[in-house]
């Protein structure tokens, strides 16, 4: 699938964590860095998500803020 999101980050699923309607989903991203989602535990069983598969953070943001 192509999509218009240009902040793809590439990982190893590290944990799912369902509950109910929900899960959250952890990309190991490497060098100690993580990315976490929430997503329907649907989205879960729809995707056949397992920890330990390579999968992608997809980021499209129509905001981005910096704070220093």
């Known amino acids: ?16 964590e369902t509950d109910g309607l929900t899960a959250e989903v952890t990309i190991e991203l490497g060098d100690g860095q993580h990315v976490t989602s929430v997503i329907t535990a649907n989205s879960v069983d729809r995707l056949e998500l397992e920890e330990g598969m390579e999968a992608s953070a997809v980021i499209k943001a129509t905001e981005v803020m910096i704070d220093a």
């Open 1 to 16: 699938m192509t999509l218009s999101a240009r902040n793809r980050l590439q990982g190893t699923i590290a944990s799912i």
